[in-house]
């Protein structure tokens, strides 16, 4: 059982939009923070779309859906960690 990239790609994916999420966040100006939750969850659709450009994974809505909010999760518990490691 070899791992190709259409299984790989949704783990990728996943990795992807909170680290996309960072740079996009690092790039936009501070007014237009409020746009950074909707970048985030049309990144999902958008990489599910090249997912299924680049593989044999055919793209759905839910699929697309499920890949945005594991990856906000992701970012989520990552700067909840963050926060609480903070001497207070």
Same mark, same amino acid.
């Given at each position: 059982m $070899?791992l &190709?990239?259409?299984?790989l790609s949704?783990? !990728?994916i996943?990795?992807? !939009?909170?680290i996309?999420v *960072?740079l996009i966040?690092k790039l936009? %100006?501070?007014r237009? /923070?409020?746009l950074? %939750? =909707?970048i985030?969850? #049309?990144? $999902?659709?958008v990489?599910d779309? =090249?997912? +299924? /450009?680049? /593989? /044999? !994974?055919? %793209?759905? +809505?839910?699929?697309? @859906?499920?890949?945005?909010? #594991? $990856? @906000? $999760?992701i970012?989520e518990l990552? &700067?909840q960690?963050?926060?609480a *490691?903070v001497?207070?």
């Amino acid at each position: 059982m $070899g791992l &190709d990239w259409a299984t790989l790609s949704t783990p !990728v994916i996943i990795a992807l !939009v909170p680290i996309l999420v *960072m740079l996009i966040k690092k790039l936009i %100006p501070d007014r237009l /923070t409020w746009l950074i %939750p =909707l970048i985030a969850t #049309a990144l $999902g659709p958008v990489l599910d779309f =090249l997912q +299924s /450009t680049f /593989t /044999t !994974v055919a %793209p759905t +809505s839910a699929r697309a @859906i499920g890949l945005g909010l #594991a $990856g @906000i $999760g992701i970012r989520e518990l990552i &700067d909840q960690i963050r926060k609480a *490691m903070v001497p207070r």
